[in-house]
Structure formats: structure tokens, C-alpha cells
């Protein structure tokens, strides 16, 4: 069985024991790992495009301005993401998106920067990956104006009509590990609905723990008791949401089959 993490913090300040962490992630089945670069301010986009570097086989970055830093990117900075993201070692935009739980930059200016990098993610043909809370709706309204066709959303939290709404849009909804607490049922619902091969696993680290491991730091070999609880919503095996999902993020994300 093989699964692949569709999205992970690995910074080294959370795991100063990386090499022992991927290595339990490869004995879990985890072939791959989807890292995010975060924007923290000029000229510091975080370390995942030197971890997918070092670790070539195991890793993918991906390079974007969170909602929370919105207010804190300047037009250099956003002219400095997409000379990153049109390198070939950068296989997506984002994570870029709004979040109206926190709030923690202006709503329009969460808005003009993710419509930056919507627009970027379709100008070099790559996926867009999607952070959204409480915003389902203006999020999806976005999308659709700026035609962004190709991407994710992740640590998909939505219900059925959010769902549905993203992929109409051409989209992928990621499951992180929160899928496994209780008092999910509206997701639990969107997940059933949703199409096999429109799902990928994800855990978020070092964020959002699944039982039985929650309240724990995250870990990208943890992905499979997100995929264990998928495949139990889906009613199907857990070897065929493992191999459904792989395929799904490798041809998202552009690596090789796995």
C-alpha cells in the first residue's frame, strides 16, 4: 500500500528530526510528501524548497502567501513568489486562500492577495492549493471569477454544497485528520459525496493529529488513519482509497507515478 502526504509544514523547528520522521513515514507507506514554503516575510519563504531539495525522492514543495500574511506581502514580495513558483522545483502556488475564522489580515486584503496567486497559479499552468475557513462561499465565488480550473483545497472542512462547489470548479478536496473527531458529520457527508479520484489524504503537520494520535505533533506517517477513516465513510478498502488518492496527487502535483 502506498499513500502519499498531499500536505505538510515539515519546518525544522518542528522536526528537528526530519531523517527520522520520513523514514517511519516510508515504513507507514508514505512514498511522498507535499511540503508547503510559507511566506514569514522578505526573502524568507520558509525551508521546503530546500527539504524537497535534500530529499528529492520524498518530497514536493509548493511556495504561497497564507491568509494570515496577506497583510504583510508587498507587490516585491508577490513579484518574488512567482519568479519561485515558475521553477520547475516548485510544483504549485500556495497555500493561499481566506480565512474569516481568524482574521488575522484585512478581509480585502486577504482577498487582492489570493487573487494574485490564483491568477498567478493559471498564468504558469500549475495548481493552486487553497486555505480556506470560514469562507467557503467567497472563496469558491473567487475562484471562479479569476478561472483558476487546476488545484485543492486543503484540510477540506466543508459540507455537501461546498463541496459540490469546488468540484464543479475543477478542484480537488484534500481530507486532513480532523475528519477522525467527533462532531463532523457535514463532512463526513461532503466526503461520501465527493468522487474517488477528486480526494487526496493529507495531515497538515505538525497540526491536526488524527486519533488515536491526536493531541500529538503531527506526523506525515499518521496520513493513514485519515485514508482508514475516508475509506470507511466510502465504504470501500482502505488499499483502494490509498491507491486512488496516490494517483490523484501525483497527477495534481506532476511527480511520477507512484
Known amino acids: 500500500m502506498t499513500l502519499v502526504d498531499s500536505h505538510c509544514h515539515l519546518e ?3 522536526f528537528p528530526d526530519l531523517v527520522e520522521v520520513l ?7 508514505v512514498a511522498r510528501a507535499v511540503t508547503i514554503g510559507q ?10 524548497l530546500a527539504l524537497a531539495r535534500a530529499h528529492p525522492g520524498a518530497l514536493t514543495a509548493t511556495v504561497g502567501i497564507h491568509p494570515h500574511d496577506a497583510a504583510r506581502a508587498s507587490a516585491e514580495d ?21 480565512d474569516f475564522y481568524y482574521d488575522r489580515s484585512p478581509r480585502p486584503v486577504q482577498a487582492r492577495v489570493f487573487a494574485a496567486q490564483a491568477a498567478l497559479a493559471k498564468k504558469l499552468a500549475k495548481p493552486l492549493v487553497v486555505h480556506v475557513r470560514d469562507a467557503h462561499p467567497e472563496s469558491a ?36 485528520g480532523n475528519v ?3 462532531k463532523m458529520e457535514a463532512q463526513a457527508e ?22 488515536p494520535h491526536r493531541g500529538k505533533r503531527n506526523e506525515p506517517a499518521f496520513v493513514v ?32 507515478p507512484l
Not at 522578505?42 to 521546503?48: E, M, R, S, V, Y
Not at 508577490?78 to 481566506?98: D, K, S
Open 39 to 48: 511566506f514569514h516575510g522578505p526573502g524568507d519563504w520558509g525551508q521546503a
Open 12 to 14: 525544522p523547528g518542528d
Open 78 to 98: 508577490l513579484a518574488a513568489l512567482e519568479l519561485l513558483c515558475a521553477g520547475p522545483e516548485v510544483a504549485a502556488v500556495g497555500e493561499a486562500g481566506l
Open 141 to 176: 465565488a473567487l475562484l471562479a471569477a479569476e478561472g483558476v480550473r487546476h488545484g485543492v483545497i486543503h484540510c477540506f472542512g466543508g459540507d455537501v454544497a461546498a463541496a459540490r462547489a469546488y468540484l464543479d470548479l475543477g478542484f480537488h478536496l484534500s481530507i486532513s
Open 225 to 256: 488513519e485519515t485514508a482508514r477513516k475516508v475509506a470507511d465513510l466510502k465504504g470501500l478498502a482502505l488499499e483502494a482509497v490509498a491507491a486512488a488518492t496516490t494517483a490523484n496527487a501525483a497527477r495534481l502535483f506532476g511527480f511520477p
Open 180 to 182: 477522525t473527531y467527533r
Open 190 to 211: 461532503a466526503i461520501r459525496y465527493a468522487p474517488l479520484d477528486r480526494l487526496l489524504v493529507e495531515t497538515d503537520s505538525p497540526y491536526l493529529a488524527p486519533v
Open 23 to 29: 523514514a517511519r513515514a516510508r515504513a507507514a507507506g
